[in-house]
């Protein structure tokens, strides 16, 4: 399990903040919500993503691949400002086969919301970040499905 380095938006204070975990993940020094964005490929996808206790936003992306690239910093933006609420898992597309196998990935950048282990939205193709935005806050506030957009 990887673990990465995040600086607290409240205090700014670098902590450790495992890919999965419990709970969510708190700063050490003041006790505020830390964003949580990590990497899942196809070993531990399951832990980091199907286990998690809050709302898991799932970016399939490559490194070759330019609408990934605009996505990722938007992405980046929408989980630091849902600290606690949220978890932004990315997985490279070329290094984790086996899920994008598993979820069909024909198009990048790709994204799900995950919640209770269920894919409750999904959606392919870039957009700008307060479309993103609105798409992941409907996500997370929904009882049912979201459905399947393209972008």
Same mark, same amino acid.
């Given at each position: 399990?990887?673990?990465?380095?995040?600086?607290? &938006?409240?205090?700014?204070?670098?902590?450790?903040?495992? *890919?999965?975990?419990? &709970?969510?993940?708190?700063?050490?020094?003041?006790?505020?919500?830390?964003?949580?964005?990590?990497?899942? &490929?196809?070993?531990?996808?399951?832990?980091?993503? !199907?286990?998690? *206790?809050?709302?898991?936003?799932? $970016?399939?992306?490559?490194?070759?691949?330019?609408?990934?690239?605009? =996505? &990722?910093? *938007?992405?980046?933006?929408?989980?630091? $400002?849902?600290?606690?609420?949220?978890?932004?898992?990315? =997985?490279?597309? $070329?290094?984790?086969?086996?899920? +994008?196998?598993?979820?069909?990935?024909?198009?990048?950048?790709?994204?799900?919301?995950?919640?209770?282990?269920?894919? =409750?939205? !999904?959606?392919?193709?870039? @957009?700008?970040?307060? !479309?993103?935005? @609105?798409?992941?806050?409907?996500?997370?506030?929904?009882?049912?499905? @979201?459905?399947?957009? +393209?972008?």
């Amino acid at each position: 399990m990887s673990t990465n380095i995040v600086r607290c &938006g409240d205090c700014g204070k670098r902590n450790r903040v495992p *890919a999965a975990a419990a &709970g969510v993940p708190r700063c050490g020094e003041c006790g505020g919500p830390l964003p949580w964005i990590v990497e899942a &490929g196809d070993g531990d996808f399951a832990d980091v993503v !199907e286990a998690s *206790a809050v709302p898991a936003i799932v $970016d399939f992306w490559a490194s070759w691949c330019g609408p990934c690239r605009m =996505v &990722g910093p *938007a992405l980046d933006r929408i989980a630091e $400002d849902l600290a606690g609420q949220v978890k932004l898992v990315k =997985v490279d597309v $070329d290094r984790a086969p086996g899920l +994008s196998e598993r979820f069909a990935i024909r198009n990048i950048p790709y994204l799900m919301v995950v919640r209770g282990g269920d894919v =409750v939205a !999904e959606r392919a193709g870039a @957009a700008p970040a307060p !479309e993103l935005r @609105a798409w992941v806050d409907q996500a997370r506030n929904s009882g049912a499905t @979201a459905g399947r957009e +393209s972008g």
